[in-house]
């Protein structure tokens, strides 16, 4: 049995969105931006190799609801290296999630925080996001020569953050009409096109 870890995010699928259709949703929403899509997804092999069991996922989700009644659900941009939610680094809040077959289909507002503000900068550049849960729990090996691995029963959901490369297979999201919606220092040195944007960003917003 692997011990005690926090999940995180692998490769990902491209997703384009369309500036035009993203400013307006912001003007149907009174600048608010709100995007909708797969939050997570169960009894399916994700992109690291691990499937999250139904059963564990509405536990965990049911939970979560009550984060979402509060408006404590919220989210960061890339995930940290913690299971705790840093506030300085909110860019989202999650305002429902819902079951569609085997999916989690949520709705999210992206906030006026500087973080998300680089997110919906993100999203008007056409960068390629997606979002990932991030949770903390042991997983079992299922299949060795297909490596794939199993969240066992101690999964804890922390929440979702967006981030450049999203382990679950379909996992972008997508601007959501309001008819539809429910009621630190620049980064010197950068590893990719998405690390390189917001370095830029987050000099631009300090000058």
């Known amino acids: 049995m692997n011990k005690k870890l926090l999940l995180s995010p692998a490769d990902y699928l491209p997703f384009i969105i369309s500036p035009k259709v993203i400013l307006e949703s912001m003007n149907k929403n009174n600048g608010r931006l709100i995007v909708a899509g797969i939050l997570q997804r169960a009894n399916a092999k994700n992109q690291n190799g691990r499937i999250y069991p139904r059963n564990i996922l509405e536990r965990e989700l049911k939970k979560y609801q009550t984060l979402i009644k509060e408006r404590r659900s919220m989210g960061e941009l890339d995930h940290p290296d913690s299971a ?13 999630a819902d079951w569609d077959g085997d999916d989690i289909v949520g709705q999210i507002e992206v906030l006026n925080t500087p973080s998300g503000k680089i997110l919906k900068e993100l999203f008007l550049a056409n960068v390629r996001l997606g979002i990932s849960s991030r949770g903390l729990g042991s997983v079992s090996e299922l299949n060795e020569e297909e490596d794939t691995l199993q969240v066992e029963d101690d999964f804890e959901l922390v929440g979702w953050d967006f981030v450049s490369n999203p382990s679950t297979h379909g996992a972008f999201m997508t601007p959501k009409q309001l008819s539809e919606s429910v009621g630190e220092s620049p980064i010197v040195a950068c590893r990719n096109k998405v690390e390189c944007l917001i370095r830029d960003i987050l000099i631009e917003l300090g000058n």
Not at 85 to 93: A, G, K, P
């Open 84 to 96: 705790i939610v840093n506030l300085q680094n909110v860019s989202h809040l999650i305002l429902s």
